[in-house]
């Protein structure tokens, strides 16, 4: 009985944080764009390669991911990725939600590589991104 009553507060706990996440605006983006782009010194030339989904393995790139990750609550340095959040940004206007969090899961390792936490975000949003584009350059577009 105690294990049961156990889960369910968990599960209960789970599902509360999970009701706490707050959906990002388009102002929230292009605030985090903004801060991101200029703490992590993105350049013009790499601005114009985001905008084409380009982004190439660089310092730069790994922080502005990051940056941004961390600014959408979609990230922690030492926890990593946040999939419920994920999947409540990301799937906004998604009927099966479940299908993408399984997508989302796949690329959210629990970095067993022990890389730095920017090479960390950025190897699960490449990831992600090689296997969903287009819903993330729906999510973008709609936002921009």
């Known amino acids: ?3 049961a009553v156990a889960i ?7 599902m509360a944080s999970a009701a706490e996440y707050k959906l990002r605006t388009v102002e929230d983006l292009q605030n985090a764009r903004k801060e991101c782009g200029t703490s992590s010194k993105v350049t013009e030339a790499l601005v114009a390669k985001y905008r084409a989904f380009d982004y190439p393995d660089d310092e730069i790139t790994k922080n502005y991911i990051q940056c941004i ?3 959408f609550d979609l990230f922690e340095d030492t926890l990593g990725f946040k999939v419920d959040n994920l999947v409540a940004q990301l799937g906004q206007d998604k009927e099966d939600k479940a299908a993408l969090k ?3 899961e796949k690329c959210a390792d629990k970095n067993e590589q022990k890389t730095p936490a920017n090479a960390w975000a950025y190897r699960g949003f490449k990831c992600f991104l090689g296997k969903n584009l287009p819903l993330v350059q729906a999510a973008v ?3 921009n």
């Open 69 to 71: 990750f961390i600014k």
């Open 8 to 14: 369910l507060l968990c599960a209960l706990l789970g």
């Open 141 to 143: 577009q709609k936002k």
């Open 102 to 104: 399984a997508d989302i």
């Open 1 to 3: 009985m105690k294990n």
